[in-house]
């Protein structure tokens, strides 16, 4: 290797690193992240890879036991349980940067990897404490492997004659041991392994087509798809043998599932915008001509996508996340071939007008909208790579509560206080137990949770029941899933019961801690809560329709109590007269006569247009206390209220631009 290109792979890794490891205790674990720590202990304590109520927690044990060793060597704690995730993305960088460099041509493989070490997918999954990153590093290992068994690098030595048993014998075994470190560490790589005949079902295509085959070649490579489909029947035998229950529940999750042919390309084009579909799109013809390295890095790609469509349709994006350096790889290919175009033409800039002007034109708008798609990415989405390292709970992985700090203000209350959940593993970690589970979060045939086995409720009656026995109650969990149950009309009651009654409401974007006291049990507090929302003329809606009538934006920042950017809400420079209205409801809110310039990067007000449209409770979300701004129709999250404002109020609304619509004030006719 050239010592630039050295210098390039070593600047790469660097900042694949700092994208991974900075700040990765700023978030709490999310389910699966909290699953695997538990498993981690217990196997420490144990020697059994189980969870504390012991059952068996088969998937995943490689990282599971990756982890323990990481708790053994530094101390438990949620950073070091990502870390091992970290490296992982940090070596797939260097793997992308060689092999595709290797198949494609050197500015391939670079634009690959830089973009696999700034994307925001990446970059998430690289910052989570579960499998995903070693499944992902293992699988781009066993394309190699399987690339060197059944090519060996005769292409690039220009025979067409079959290689020695010992030059296949090194890659067979890599083969085989690297699938069954694949399987240890997700059972869903047996999907993964359909890239192998799906390869060679593409060279067969492809030599009967662009060339003029040997009798050799296509025997040997039918002989390969004959071993690769007992390989594979194999590998699902030994995956049902060893884990015949969640082979049942995949089958079981599968019946009944609508056909989604379109769901992964929608997720790509939602996520990452409807450039980098289209460069992949073209990359991917491109790779057509690539002879078969172009082939290999297409069927690893979409043959996995394709199982997990229409053979499996258990449609999850982390479930084909593995395959993401080889869509990066054909997305990079354009992007080479652009960049190629503009050096030359920067290097011959003396005679840029003489040739090739449409060639440079569309080099020039590939890496215009290339450029675009990245910056995006990477700093300006809502999920971008930027917010994701600074700590946002809203990834693409998935939105993560903040249950380590709602666990924070239930622990000072001691051990005789009864704990009711909607996430018992999550409690199970950051509080050491979980009493029951909340209502509705069990399907109907289930009484405890299935590996947890904690028990639930059938009924409200038999919730308030429960309630009524303890002397004190927290009920703790995620609001999204309190939120999806509210959405019944059982669970409305319930939900607005629990609120009005609470001894002590937490709330934060994403979490809800409420406990509970029997003493404060009263019949006519929720009344009065009814009465309260009739007289306001409070504005109720289902998420879905909220959804439906606000930008993505919007309903997070409203809905959700998320935050925009400081200096990127469309309101925080504006002079305009006017009136700034609730975007959910249109209650008048904000006079621009009240408004000023508060140097924070929001929206500022002294106060309220109209006071009663206004309303403010206490916040003590991310360890802070503050005092949350509502709008009081329909309880849209509009921002924080300070006392460090102008007199005479000395009131500072600090308000989400988002959470706004600027009505302008009619010019006076003369």
């Known amino acids: 290797m050239r010592l630039s290109n050295l210098i390039q792979l070593i600047g790469l890794l660097l900042l694949a690193a700092a994208l991974r490891l900075y700040g990765l205790e700023a978030l709490s674990f999310y389910y699966d992240e909290a699953e695997n720590a538990l498993v981690a202990r217990t196997y420490l304590e144990t020697g059994q890879f189980q969870l504390p109520s012991g059952h068996p927690a088969p998937n995943g044990l490689l990282y599971k036991w990756i982890t323990a060793k990481f708790f053994q060597w530094f101390g438990e704690s949620e950073q070091i349980s990502r870390i091992p995730s970290a490296l992982f993305g940090i070596l797939t960088t260097g793997l992308i940067f060689y092999w595709g460099g290797r198949w494609f041509g050197a500015g391939a493989g670079k634009w690959a990897a830089f973009l696999f070490a700034v994307w925001p997918w990446s970059v998430t999954w690289g910052r989570i404490g579960r499998f995903y990153g070693l499944q992902q590093f293992l699988f781009f290992l066993l394309v190699i492997a399987a690339w060197k068994l059944l090519e060996n690098n005769k292409i690039d030595r220009g025979s067409d004659e079959g290689v020695g048993l010992k030059s296949k014998l090194f890659p067979l075994i890599a083969v085989l041991v690297l699938t069954t470190l694949s399987l240890l560490t997700s ?204 700590g946002s709970p809203y990834t693409l992985a998935r939105e993560v509560a903040d249950f380590r700090g709602a666990s924070q203000k239930v622990l000072p209350l001691g051990d005789n206080v009864r704990v009711v959940t909607t996430d018992a593993v999550l409690s199970s970690y950051y509080l050491g137990r979980c009493d029951r589970l909340y209502p509705f979060i069990l399907p109907a045939n289930q009484e405890a949770h299935y590996n947890m086995k904690t028990p639930g409720f059938r009924t409200t009656e038999e919730f308030f029941d429960y309630l009524a026995l303890a002397e004190e109650t927290v009920i703790i969990g995620t609001r999204r899933k309190f939120e999806v149950i509210a959405g019944t009309d059982e669970g409305a009651d319930l939900w607005k019961r629990l609120r009005a009654e609470a001894a002590n409401l937490w709330e934060g974007p994403l979490d809800v801690a409420i406990r509970w006291r029997e003493a404060n049990f009263s019949s006519t507090t929720a009344q009065q809560q009814d009465r309260r929302d009739t007289m306001t003329g409070k504005i109720e809606k289902t998420e879905e329709e909220w959804r439906a009538q606000l930008s993505d934006e919007q309903f997070e920042v409203t809905r959700k109590k998320g935050t925009e950017h400081a200096f990127t809400g469309k309101y925080h420079d504006s002079k305009e007269q006017g009136m700034y209205k609730c975007i959910c409801c249109g209650a008048d809110l904000f006079s621009s006569d009240t408004k000023f310039d508060s140097g924070t990067g929001w929206p500022s007000y002294s106060a309220p247009a109209v006071e009663d449209n206004v309303a403010a409770i206490e916040d003590n979300s991310h360890f802070m206390s503050r005092t949350e701004v509502l709008c009081a129709k329909c309880d849209a999250h509009l921002g924080h209220v300070f006392p460090d404002g102008p007199e005479p109020t000395g009131q500072r609304y600090c308000i989400n631009s988002a959470s706004l619509d600027f009505e302008p004030k009619e010019k006076e006719t003369e």
């Open 187 to 390: 059972l869903t790589t047996v999907h993964a392994l359909s890239f192998i005949p799906a390869y060679l079902l593409l060279k067969l295509v492809h030599c009967r087509v662009a060339i003029s085959p040997t009798t050799h070649e296509t025997r040997q490579t039918l002989q390969y798809l004959g071993a690769c489909l007992i390989l594979f029947a194999a590998s699902f035998a030994a995956l049902y043998a060893f884990a015949p229950g969640m082979i049942r529940m995949v089958l079981a999750n599968t019946q009944g599932m609508v056909l989604q042919p379109l769901y992964y390309p929608l997720f790509f084009r939602e996520n990452f915008g409807l450039a980098f579909v289209l460069f992949a799109c073209v990359g991917t013809l491109m790779a057509l001509f690539r002879s078969r390295s172009g082939l290999m890095v297409i069927a690893a790609m979409i043959a996995p996508i394709l199982v997990h469509t229409f053979a499996i349709p258990y449609y999850r994006d982390r479930f084909i996340y593995y395959v993401f350096p080889f869509l990066l790889l054909l997305a990079s290919l354009p992007l080479s071939w652009a960049s190629s175009v503009a050096f030359r033409a920067w290097r011959s800039r003396d005679q840029f007008f003489q040739s090739d002007l449409f060639r440079k034109a569309i080099a020039g708008l590939v890496l215009l909208a290339f450029a675009r798609s990245i910056v995006h990415n990477t700093y300006s989405a809502p999920r971008s790579s930027a917010a994701i390292v600074r």
